[in-house]
């Protein structure tokens, strides 16, 4: 395991729920902001959008991503495309966020895609599945930044009990594993619960492995 070119060592988390292994204030609150700044510099090049469902219903959180992969979702349906939806080329994955991933995935593979959600106020994630990525071998890694959210963590299927936790501003979890196809979603978070964004709201980050 040591030796196996895949693996890089980790250090443990603070909790494990269900598999999903969660550092509590992984990122002290200078290095929230450094990456904060980062990602702004993402939405810049590759502008935040409201995604739609294949319904035409509209998403209550807005998307952008970076790396070779961006997650989009519109009538056609929802996949990983090579381009923002004006066209431009998504921006490289922020060296914060990428030294995220290296830190706690475990894994030795770079993750090319680096999707970033934005929570205002009353926005929420429905339960489900990470599931359009070729190989579930490949952690998720997941990094909350500003106002705090409500977090559930379920089953591989989409019935039986679920456990929710708040997830707040630094935190890292990692679902990887047994854990990698468990539902989860965010109920709702705690609007102006921090002072990291101006405008309120929360960040969240998702690294993948998506080819
Ligand atoms: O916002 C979160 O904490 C989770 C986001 C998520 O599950 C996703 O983008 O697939
Ligand atoms: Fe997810």
């Known amino acids: 395991m040591a030796d196996d070119p895949e693996t890089r060592p980790f250090p443990r988390p603070d909790l494990i729920v269900r598999g999903f292994r969660i550092h509590e204030g992984f990122l002290d609150p200078e290095a929230q902001a450094a990456m904060v700044e980062e990602l702004r510099e993402v939405a810049r090049l590759a502008p935040f959008v409201t995604p739609e469902t294949r319904f035409g219903k509209k998403m209550s959180v807005r998307m952008t991503s970076a790396g070779s992969h961006g997650w989009i979702s519109d009538r056609r349906g929802y996949r990983y495309a090579p381009a923002h939806p004006s066209g431009v080329a998504w921006p490289p994955v922020p060296p914060s966020v990428a030294a995220v991933w290296d ?12 999707l970033i ?23 998720v890694v997941s990094i909350s930044l500003g106002d705090e959210g409500l977090f559930r963590i379920g089953n591989t299927t989409r019935e039986g009990s679920t456990e929710s936790i708040w997830l707040r501003s630094g935190d890292v979890v990692v679902m990887g594993g ?7 979603g965010v109920d709702r978070i705690r609007y102006n619960s921090s002072t990291l964004l101006p405008d309120g709201g929360r960040i969240n980050v998702t690294l993948r492995v998506v080819t």
């Open 103 to 114: 830190a706690v995935s475990g894994v030795a593979r770079a993750p090319d895609c680096c």
């Open 117 to 139: 959600n934005y929570y205002g106020e009353g926005a929420r994630m429905g339960l489900h599945q990470d599931r359009d990525e070729a190989d579930f071998k490949w952690p």
């Open 178 to 184: 047994e854990a990698r196809l468990t539902h989860h």
